[in-house]
């Protein structure tokens, strides 16, 4: 792959962020020059082999979580965490028998869960992780909540790399870049504590009958120019360089994973630079993680050559996801009094009865929990808990057919 060398770095404490860096090329011909970095097959290939991709997923087309499997490159070990609807029509029942199938014809590894299973609860009571959970005793709805069963399962499998892509995206050739993407990242840090997020060249939209090929949405041009104003606060010299404030599609080194906090649902993706700013940054008050601060952590920002197309969850989800995000920002410890007012006047609308964005729930780190014991758990009491591992097949799944967008049936 030939990808541009970031032209800057900003460094803010132990956290060093690239500027954007475009792909250039797919497949390159391993010629030097000196703007960018020619990355070969074979040492992405070796991430792969290291890298677990988690899917979230909840309710989504089976078309289009299909495409999204077959497209994950073959050396990563997929691990598919679903919030689906068990009733009246069990959606993950339909997924798992999908994905089965997928196993059976291709011989990828696949771990599924779902996300309300009783014993994932018990599993993360068990360890002392309660931070997940509801008053159940069940695992909380919400994506990043989600995403942390799913790295709980690639720590036990003993990977060094986890990404995450979403499961309702049109274009599988581009969900294969994505996880490339990512791998490239991870052959040009430096750091064993490094974070790569993708910037979607384009996010097409229909209007008037015509594709539109946008390049911001609402959500992310906002978030963006909150946390760049964070930086600038502190710093004294204003920044433009984060560009991936809400990147869904990312992924980090299990070091990183192990040290970081995570903010519920949504607000996830804002909260890992409000976290890293505020733990790592010039202002840290207490270094906890010493090797991190010591060796510092990278953050790329990969724009994607792919566009990104996507289910559209409509007005009150994008305002929820804003919400959710800003509400990172207020509450960040570098947050002073212009930055809150700025954000109020933002909120203004979709604040309702709230005078201040609520807190996000913020869940501790995922280092101190025993992933082998967690995945044990799972093992010996889970139902909805399935590996399917290279070697094993399941009889009687030869061709898969999709009457609409809720029903899947087996051909035999
Ligand atoms: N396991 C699980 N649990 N998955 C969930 C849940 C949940 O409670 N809620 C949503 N998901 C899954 C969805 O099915 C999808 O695969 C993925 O998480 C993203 O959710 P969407 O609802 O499709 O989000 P979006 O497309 O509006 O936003 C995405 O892009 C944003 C950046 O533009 C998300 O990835 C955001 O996190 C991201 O900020």
Redesign the pocket.
Known sequence: MLIELPRRTEIYGSVKIHELQRVLKFDSGGFDNPRSCDIPLEDIKRILKRFAII??????SLHLLDGVLRSIPFDCTVIV???SAREPQDMYRMEKDMITNIHTLTQQEFFIIH?KDPEVGFAFHNLNYDCILDKYRLVR???S??MIIGMLLAKSLGKEYIGFV???NYVPGSVREYVMDYAAGFCMSKTPYTMVRLHWRYKPKVVEDRLYFKKW?R??RTTNKYLNLLLSISTGFETGVVITG????HALTTNLADIMEYSTG?S??PYHFVYLFDNFGMKAEKIIPVDAFNVGIEIFQIETLNPHL??E?GEE?INN?LLGSLSTIYHSKLCDEYVMSEVLNDLVDILHSWKIPPQNTIMAPIGGIDAAKFADILLNRSETFVQLRQGSTVKGMIEEEYLDNNSFRVVQ
């Open positions: 899917v979230p997923i909840k309710d989504e965490v679903s919030n996300q709805d919400g994506k909540e989600g979403d499961a309702d949405g959500v992310s809400n990147a869904g599609e949504y996830v993706e996507h289910e969850k989800h996801m």
